[in-house]
């Protein structure tokens, strides 16, 4: 019997049923773990996560949860989430009323032969090229998810490209509100 | 006024009215072994920092007063990750401080290091390492805070040696604002909507039944479910968690639901068309198959933690508060079910077809562990205290046992921490010094923990164990008699080995034996006129016995297994 395959990944598409929970945390050693942890053996699934200072005070970081809300529902993540004492507030903006915004960095290897069609690709996408040598370009997309989907499928065809993308943030549409509980 | 941080964390638990530490020394908690000399506390010296955990918990569950332990870093930490667990289970309020490395070292795996707080941050309701002397008032009264308040449990509080060496200026938090919570937010406004739609389903029931789980104890609402209940004649069944609540005396008592209980309770919830879940969590040793679970009613679940709702079971109406105010609520409105004669005389025909019953003792022995549970309750005053371990002995003993008033059951219930009840059973003789604690043990737990024996004696609390010496871990026995073909794998102690006469007599307690019954009676009796040291009696009991009603793991609650003395419609 041949043993199984090891796991190997997968390309983890943003799931059909994604939310966006924003959560207000407290800036203190361990809260990541505490809320990783808490998706880890609750078996809840993160989709993306971005975390920065929150706005204008050193107190607290606001973390961007993209939530897969088939692994469970959303009342039960947020409810745990929520018991956590590190956690502030936490709100839910559906993705139908969401701004959601993301920064992706590339690095490709270009000669003679493709740099046209790399240039077009960059210009298409809407994507600024930030650093430049002899051999390489540096391209930075702050775009929706969608067209860094986009961009990062474009680029494909290149053969050495080092790309990093950073998670999503996300703010209500004008007129909307994001759920707060 | 300067006080150094280990005079400041002795203080500061003196401040939360610490009457009891239960503990153990070593190198890294070691600079607050020294003021705790000149404190008022009283620290019970165990032989293990699992007992004092459990004891801790026995503490707590006895009194309603959160229990306190204090052990050093590494193992002295990890050896208390069980009770630590099994609080956060059963949702006991604990505050256990652990002495941690100095500062500089952490990180560097030096000696007796361990990151506990890393290790329990999914066991606890909270852990805070503290990080200057200055923050050890905050943190002392944080934790407590947070250990009694909302839904109770474990918080953890990590003190590295540099800290507890180094001096700070004397304060306490005064205001909750005070204690830098400001996630945490306990108390929540009642919602007189879910209050009004929930009395409503109470007024249109016909088949109610109120499924009290351990919330009920925790919010220390007995009196008012009594109340409750009487007023509106509802049908009551009491968890595991929830024995106690309601006196087993009561004619609207069911006893307990679930794998073992009693089978109008688990029949009545099975037939309900109303479940009103007050403080309980739909474990699945009461729901058996979810789908299958309680199929014709609608529920109302008040809990005062809104990740139960709907984690198990869809709740129509859901009351986010503590048991006692949503009751007074019902109360106020009036809230009245149908007629409940048809349903009563439902519910008394499987009283009388299916009470618990038990095969007839035998006057040579082996002796029957109900009997043996039954003769030490008959013999026990009033408010007697009970705890247990872990498995056929801890059903036998909630079921046998009357239990009349809160406080006085102390159990394991959702970790089902084998050896809990010999050390639980000390923290809570001494959280209730004025009351008889009895441990109905088995063979098994005891020998997990029962080295805190020697702790009862040499600190002068007399608890009484009953090990129910069946040679066996009985209950895996008869999971392997039942489900693997009487396949008995790894389940045989021996009745003799140890001598738990002489183990007892070597740890400073009186030993006893019984075989037969008279000797039950005898031994009962000189136990109880024994209150300076420890007893513990070995009573030898039937291997083959098992635990009926029994619904097996994963079936339906609809296919519960009686006494096979009831089966074939004989009572």
């Known amino acids: 019997m041949t043993p199984p395959e090891p796991f190997l990944g997968v390309v983890d598409h943003t799931p059909v049923r994604h939310h966006i929970l924003s959560v207000l945390v407290e800036n203190k050693a361990g809260v990541l773990a505490r809320i990783a942890g808490l998706f880890a053996r609750r078996g809840f699934n993160i989709y993306s996560l971005a975390v920065a200072p929150a706005e204008s005070n050193a107190r607290f970081s606001r973390v961007t949860i993209v939530v897969d809300a088939e692994s469970a529902p959303l009342e039960q993540i947020v409810g745990q989430l929520d018991k956590l004492v590190n956690v502030v507030a936490i709100t839910d903006i559906s993705p139908k009323d969401a701004l959601e915004r993301e920064l992706l960095l590339a690095t490709i290897q270009t000669d003679v032969d493709n740099r046209t069609s790399l240039l077009d690709i960059i210009a298409s996408a809407g994507a600024a090229i930030v650093d430049v040598d002899a051999k390489s370009v540096t391209v930075m997309l702050a775009a929706t998810p969608g067209n860094c989907d986009e961009l990062e499928k474009a680029l494909e065809g290149f053969s050495d490209v080092e790309l990093h993308r950073t998670g999503r943030v996300a703010l209500p549409r004008l007129g909307k509100t994001a759920h707060a509980y | ?571």
Not at chain 2, 24 to 41: C, E, F, R, T
């Open chain 2, 1 to 571: 006024m300067q006080l150094s941080g280990a005079q400041a964390l002795i203080k500061s638990l003196e401040q939360q009215g610490v009457d009891t530490i239960f503990g153990l020394p070593g190198g890294a908690i070691l600079p607050v072994y020294d003021p705790l000399i000149d404190s008022s506390i009283r620290h019970i010296l165990v032989r293990h920092e699992q007992g004092a955990g459990h004891m801790a918990e026995g503490y707590a569950l006895a009194t309603g007063r959160p229990g306190v332990a204090m052990v050093t870093s590494g193992p002295g930490a990890t050896n208390i990750v069980t009770p630590i667990g099994n609080a956060h289970m059963d949702s006991t309020p604990l505050v256990v401080v652990t002495g941690q490395v100095a500062s500089a070292a952490i990180g560097t795996d030096a000696f007796q290091e361990c990151d506990i707080t890393g290790i329990t941050m999914g066991i606890t309701k909270h852990n805070f390492l503290v990080k200057s002397a200055q923050e050890i008032p905050r943190a002392v009264a944080a934790a407590f805070h947070l250990a009694t308040t909302g839904r109770p449990g474990p918080v953890l509080i990590d003190v590295p040696k540099d800290i507890t060496q180094s001096t700070m200026d004397w304060w306490y938090p005064t205001t909750v604002d005070e204690y830098d919570l400001p996630g945490y937010r306990p108390e929540v406004a009642l919602d007189q909507q879910a209050v009004e739609r929930a009395v409503a389903l109470i007024n249109a029931a016909e088949r109610p039944v109120l499924y009290v789980g351990g919330g009920t104890l925790k919010s220390r609402a007995s009196k008012e479910l009594l109340a409750f209940a009487e007023r509106t004649k509802i049908p009551v069944v009491t968890t595991l968690m929830a024995r106690g609540a309601f006196p087993d005396s009561h004619e609207q008592h069911l006893g307990m639901p679930g794998m073992h209980g009693m089978y109008s309770a688990v029949t009545a919830i099975q037939k309900c068309d109303l479940l009103i879940s007050l403080g309980a969590r739909f474990d699945d040793r009461v729901t058996g198959k979810i789908p299958a679970f309680a199929p014709h009613a609608k529920v109302i679940h008040v809990d005062i933690d809104r990740a139960e709702f709907n984690k198990v079971r869809f709740a129509d109406v859901a009351v986010q508060s503590s048991v006692a105010p949503v009751l007074r609520a019902w109360d106020a409105a009036s809230a009245t079910p149908h007629n409940l004669d048809v349903w009563w005389k439902e519910i008394r025909s499987w009283q009388e077809q299916y009470p618990l019953v038990y095969d007839e003792p035998l006057a040579d022995g082996p002796l029957r562990p109900q009997h043996v549970i039954e003769a030490i309750g008959a013999k026990a005053e009033p408010g007697t205290i009970v705890s247990a371990g872990v498995g056929q002995h801890q059903m036998w003993a909630s079921q046998f046992w009357k239990f009349e008033e809160p406080g006085t059951w102390i159990n394991s219930g959702g970790a089902g921490t084998m050896g809990f009840g010999v050390p639980a059973a000390i923290g809570a003789k001494v959280g209730r010094p004025d009351r008889t604690v009895w441990c109905i043990d088995g063979d098994g737990c005891f020998q997990m923990t029962a080295q805190e024996l020697v702790t009862a004696r040499s600190e002068g609390i007399p608890i009484k164990v009953a090990i129910l010496n069946n040679a066996y871990l009985g209950m895996v026995r008869q999971w392997q008699e039942m489900f693997y073909d009487e396949r008995y794998s790894e389940v045989y102690l021996s009745a003799d080995l140890p001598d738990y006469v002489k183990w007892a007599e070597a740890m400073g307690c009186v030993g006893l034996r019984a075989t037969n019954s008279k000797q039950m009676h005898e031994v009962i009796d000189e136990a109880n006129s024994i209150n300076d040291v420890p007893v513990v009696i070995d009573f030898r009991t039937d291997s083959s016995e098992k635990v009926f009603p029994m619904v097996a793991a994963g079936a339906s609650n609809d296919d519960i297994q009686v006494h096979p003395l009831q089966r074939g419609g004989a009572k």
